[in-house]
């Protein structure tokens, strides 16, 4: 007979969990109202979003007429008989990670009915899938290049325009939350890093309800302390914190998984890069300073002893696209002196030149020379101080900064 009016005996029952491989781990049981003991059992210690679980009741009394079915308390989880005292339920896809408090509902005899919370929970966790960046990840409105050679060439305004969009809906199923690290460098043309950012985001494939995207976002962000400064807009698109862009530099934008949040090995094929060029004026003006070698005198015969600096104001056109400077430059200046400023009778003059730099055009191939080095052959019209007029042909080595 049911006992209904002594405390001592209206225990609340509780789970122990262990695997259906081994029903028979021992369990903490505890008398119930039904004044008998009940064990309940899960298959799992740890459960996942979409995940079966499977829950048995074992109860000490086969013959009474009272019923007993377990309940979780997680929206959207029912359980379905699967055989005597056996039930059988799905993890809900978009159940938020935590501990679920197993309950038992009583049906008695007398069709009265009981609800008791267990001391036992279901644990679930999410799952920490690192997805492929290039599934979901996008530099708009123009994606850029993979490689600098190639780099998309954009005005000023267009470049501070990028953002870096996540297609959410291209997040696959079980992934979970997405933590990237964004790097944007600005690079000048002379290879020196003008500035360099960093920013943390992340995202996650949406549930389809604004509201619940938000919550979701808020426990994350509680939960990942380097990233309580993003907005819920930044799942979405992150703009590019850009400043100031000289002429001509080249932007990389660098994208990652987050490896301090994610601990596992680093996949190097799992990343983004988008180059990025700053366009410039097509007419540059640059200083070089050189050491000629007169190849070819048209005054032969008119001797001067040159001296061994060229001083040189240049100018080059710059390619609209490429931001090359095109190898030929002119330039106006000294030549033949001892210092750019010596100039005298006898110790050189002035000229106006036009310059074949070979190095420019290895740099033009990329093929990795210093930057600001220049080298090859000059056409100069010089005027020395006291002597004739005459054109030369001499080669050059010098540095033009």
């Known amino acids: 007979m049911l006992k209904f009016l002594t405390p001592c005996l209206l225990w609340v029952c509780i789970a122990g969990t262990m695997r259906a491989q081994a029903p028979d781990r021992p369990a903490l049981p505890i008398r119930a109202v039904l004044d008998e003991t009940i064990l ?12 079966t679980l499977r829950l048995r009741i074992q109860r000490e009394d086969t013959t009474g007429t009272s019923s007993v079915t377990p309940a979780v308390g997680i929206e959207g989880l029912k359980f379905s008989p699967a055989g005597h005292n056996n039930y059988i339920g799905v993890i809900p896809q978009t159940v938020t990670p935590g501990s679920y408090r197993i309950l038992l509902r009583i049906v008695d005899a007398g069709g009265q009915r009981f609800v008791y919370e267990t001391a036992r929970f279901v644990q679930v966790e999410e799952y920490q899938g690192i997805e492929q960046l290039s599934r979901y990840v996008n530099i708009v409105p123009l994606d850029g290049s993979s490689d600098p050679r190639t780099a998309a060439t954009l005005v000023g305004e267009q470049v501070r325009g990028l953002y870096v ?4 809906d291209s997040i696959r199923l079980r992934m979970g939350p997405q933590f990237v690290t964004i790097r944007t460098t600005v690079v ?4 020196t890093t003008a500035q360099s950012f960093e920013r943390r985001v992340l995202t996650f494939r949406s549930h389809g309800d604004p509201e619940r995207d938000r919550a979701m976002f808020i426990q994350y962000r509680t939960a990942y302390g380097a ?5 819920t807009a930044e799942l979405d698109q992150v703009r590019l914190p850009l400043d100031t862009l000289p002429a001509w530099a080249i932007v990389r934008v660098n994208i990652d998984p987050d490896y301090t949040i994610r601990i596992g ?5 799992n990343s983004v890069t988008r180059y990025f060029r700053v366009r410039g004026p097509t007419l540059d003006i640059g200083f070089s300073l050189g050491i000629p070698k007169v190849l070819y005198d048209t005054q032969a015969r008119d001797t001067i002893e040159y001296g061994n600096t060229s001083a040189m104001l240049r100018f080059y056109y710059v390619d609209a696209e490429s931001g090359n400077r095109f190898p030929v430059s002119f330039g106006a200046g000294t030549f033949g002196v001892n210092s750019p400023i010596d100039v005298g009778v006898g110790r050189g003059g002035f000229a106006f030149s036009g310059f074949l730099d070979l190095v420019e055009l290895t740099r033009i191939h990329d093929l990795g020379f210093f930057k600001g080095i220049i080298a090859g052959l000059e056409l100069t019209q010089f005027f020395p101080l006291g002597r004739r007029a005459r054109l030369l042909i001499n080669a050059q080595v010098g540095i033009s900064p």
């Open 265 to 269: 090995g680093h996949d190097g094929a």
């Open 188 to 191: 000048l043309r002379d290879g």
């Open 227 to 231: 990233y309580a400064a993003i907005s």
């Open 40 to 51: 309940v059992f899960t298959d799992k210690p740890v459960y996942f979003p979409d995940d």
């Open 165 to 168: 969009v996540f297609r959410r």
